[in-house]
């Protein structure tokens, strides 16, 4: 499943939002989305987990819970739509 992520303070790594994410199972992938001009973090990022049952479980106990001084907003990923 893959996990939208926001809220995330500037300061975090990929590595941490992983191991934040990784108490609750398997992580695939962690990205946090950084702006094209200022190689700075946009706030946001993506998770993917491999079962739905610990993704579920890791958006219940994330969601608004405190991050380096961030309250993190998680929720199941919306797929884009193609053009």
Do not use: C, H, W
């Not at 706030?43 to 993917?48: A, D, H, P, S, T």
Request: charged residues 30%.
């Amino acid at each position: 499943m893959n996990i939208y992520v926001g809220n995330i303070a500037y300061s975090m790594s990929e590595q941490e939002l992983q191991n934040a994410f990784g108490a609750y199972g398997n992580v695939i992938s962690a990205k946090i989305i950084i702006d094209k001009r200022t190689g700075r973090s946009k706030g946001y990022g993506f998770v993917e987990m491999s079962k739905d049952e610990e993704a579920e479980n890791a958006i219940a106990a994330l969601n608004g819970q405190e991050i380096k001084g961030r309250e993190l907003r998680v929720n199941k990923a919306i797929p884009r739509e193609e053009d």
